[in-house]
């Protein structure tokens, strides 16, 4: 009886290995011991989104997934879809996947060799993060710039040299203030303290606490950081002058309770000049500033004035708006602005020619934060992702991508 039950059931099963036998970050699989499969589920998407686009177009888009307190990269294919790829948030101990939280304000650049340029800040260790790898098969191995001993590495914003080096301008959380880091071409990083303010308008007696919404761009290989001052109620620009910080006001008049330059997001225009969208607390208003020949700046570009009713014979009411700008230049040298209408609850969009709004009108987008906007060729489309509100689920956010070509725009 017992060699026909053999017969009828087969051999038992023989495995070559258990989990407790493979080695740290492998476990036992149907082979032997395999490597551990890294999470690749992603959940609410859309908050801190940073957006370049590939030679044809094709949108790149850092994430942060609120759910899993991951960083997620998206790489839009030809047919509009998005492959993901979770590439921080987790770490492997022993034979589990344990959670982290690293991914918010990840900040991208390509570079012409169609090399991703990758920084981000690791919540859980308080640390600065930056990857780089080719496109085509991303495969990040991060590295830690600053932080650790203290926290160091939010408000991420990456830049590229004209020889493809990485530089970023990002916040100490534990000083409460603005730092800057730059890699050499022996990827060795350096890291120093940016000053709140230079020359002899100092104010020694005011406690520093400044580095939010730090924007950094690259102009003639030379950095230059805008950023919140929040002590001041300022926006500032920090650039570098024979190797020294100077800094400089923007704009806000440094009273009490002032509130001008939050929300800060640049773009530089055929001429290397400077263009910084804002919001000002003070007034509810979307304000730009730009380095100009001519014209006013800076200027008042949305102030949330609408009629309910009839123009001129309705009630006049006051939007808030201006949060979450995004700004690119257009092939006039125009600025064109997306940003939230908190009110309305949707998108609107600007385009400012010099010192003067050309154009102003509201999009049929969602509302939501944390805009990235990209132009793509000569004929101006706009191509962006942000963190969409769920209606009647906020904080929750989905991750919309957008189109603006001309007059319209689609999801």
């Given at each position: 009886m017992a060699a026909l039950l053999v017969l009828l059931t087969g051999c038992p099963e023989t495995r070559t290995c258990s989990d407790d036998t493979c080695p740290s970050g492998q476990v036992c699989g149907a082979g032997g011991c395999e490597p551990l499969a890294p999470p690749s589920a992603t959940g609410d998407l859309g908050r801190f989104t940073s957006v370049t686009l590939t030679a044809e177009g094709r949108r790149v888009i850092?994430?942060?997934?609120a759910t899993h307190t991951n960083l997620v990269l998206a790489i839009e294919r030809s047919d509009g879809a998005l492959d993901k790829r979770i590439v921080d948030g987790f770490t492997v101990q022993d034979r589990k996947v344990v959670d982290r939280d690293a991914g918010k304000w990840?900040?991208?650049?390509?570079?012409?060799?169609?090399?991703?340029?990758?920084?981000?800040?690791?919540?859980?260790?308080?640390?600065?993060?930056?990857?780089?790898?080719?496109?085509?098969?991303?495969?990040?191995?991060?590295?830690?710039?600053?932080?650790?001993?203290?926290?160091?590495?939010?408000?991420?914003?990456?830049?590229?040299?004209?020889?493809?080096?990485?530089?970023?301008?990002?916040?100490?959380?534990?000083?409460?203030?603005?730092?800057?880091?730059?890699r050499d071409a022996a990827g060795a990083w350096t890291t120093e303290l940016v000053p709140a303010c230079t020359g002899d308008g100092c104010d020694s007696e005011v406690a520093a606490d400044y580095g939010e919404y730090a924007r950094l761009v690259v102009i003639n290989d030379k950095p230059r950081i805008v950023f919140f001052d929040r002590a001041n109620g300022t926006l500032k620009l920090a650039e570098q002058v024979a190797?020294?910080?100077?800094?400089?006001?923007?704009?806000?008049?440094?009273?009490?309770q002032s509130d001008v330059g939050r929300f800060a997001a640049v773009?530089?225009?055929?001429?290397?000049?400077?263009?910084?969208?804002?919001?000002?607390?003070?007034?509810?208003?979307?304000?730009?500033?730009?380095?100009?020949d001519q014209g006013t700046f800076p200027v008042v570009v949305d102030d949330?004035?609408?009629?309910?009713?009839?123009?001129?014979?309705?009630?006049?009411?006051?939007?808030?708006?201006?949060?979450?700008?995004?700004?690119?230049?257009?092939?006039?040298?125009?600025?064109?602005?997306?940003?939230l209408d908190a009110t309305g609850l949707h998108l609107k969009l600007a385009r400012v020619a010099g010192d003067q709004v050309a154009e102003l009108r509201s999009l049929t987008l969602p509302a939501g934060g944390h805009?990235?906007?990209?132009?793509?060729?000569?004929?101006?489309?706009?191509?962006g992702a942000y963190g969409a509100w769920l209606q009647g689920q906020a904080p929750r956010t989905r991750l919309e991508l957008f189109t603006i070509v001309g007059q319209s725009e689609a999801p």
């Amino acid at each position: 009886m017992a060699a026909l039950l053999v017969l009828l059931t087969g051999c038992p099963e023989t495995r070559t290995c258990s989990d407790d036998t493979c080695p740290s970050g492998q476990v036992c699989g149907a082979g032997g011991c395999e490597p551990l499969a890294p999470p690749s589920a992603t959940g609410d998407l859309g908050r801190f989104t940073s957006v370049t686009l590939t030679a044809e177009g094709r949108r790149v888009i850092a994430t942060y997934d609120a759910t899993h307190t991951n960083l997620v990269l998206a790489i839009e294919r030809s047919d509009g879809a998005l492959d993901k790829r979770i590439v921080d948030g987790f770490t492997v101990q022993d034979r589990k996947v344990v959670d982290r939280d690293a991914g918010k304000w990840p900040s991208l650049a390509l570079d012409e060799l169609n090399t991703l340029h990758l920084t981000w800040y690791d919540a859980s260790s308080g640390q600065l993060r930056y990857a780089s790898s080719p496109l085509e098969s991303p495969r990040f191995v991060a590295e830690t710039v600053d932080g650790g001993a203290v926290d160091r590495g939010a408000y991420t914003s990456l830049a590229l040299s004209s020889d493809r080096l990485p530089s970023v301008a990002y916040r100490d959380r534990t000083e409460r203030t603005l730092r800057y880091a730059a890699r050499d071409a022996a990827g060795a990083w350096t890291t120093e303290l940016v000053p709140a303010c230079t020359g002899d308008g100092c104010d020694s007696e005011v406690a520093a606490d400044y580095g939010e919404y730090a924007r950094l761009v690259v102009i003639n290989d030379k950095p230059r950081i805008v950023f919140f001052d929040r002590a001041n109620g300022t926006l500032k620009l920090a650039e570098q002058v024979a190797g020294e910080w100077a800094v400089s006001v923007l704009d806000g008049d440094g009273a009490t309770q002032s509130d001008v330059g939050r929300f800060a997001a640049v773009a530089v225009d055929s001429n290397e000049r400077l263009a910084v969208a804002y919001f000002d607390g003070n007034r509810g208003a979307l304000r730009l500033y730009r380095d100009s020949d001519q014209g006013t700046f800076p200027v008042v570009v949305d102030d949330g004035a609408y009629w309910q009713g009839e123009p001129n014979s309705g009630t006049a009411r006051k939007a808030l708006v201006g949060q979450h700008p995004s700004i690119v230049i257009d092939d006039k040298d125009n600025a064109v602005i997306v940003y939230l209408d908190a009110t309305g609850l949707h998108l609107k969009l600007a385009r400012v020619a010099g010192d003067q709004v050309a154009e102003l009108r509201s999009l049929t987008l969602p509302a939501g934060g944390h805009i990235g906007l990209a132009r793509e060729g000569s004929q101006g489309t706009l191509l962006g992702a942000y963190g969409a509100w769920l209606q009647g689920q906020a904080p929750r956010t989905r991750l919309e991508l957008f189109t603006i070509v001309g007059q319209s725009e689609a999801p």
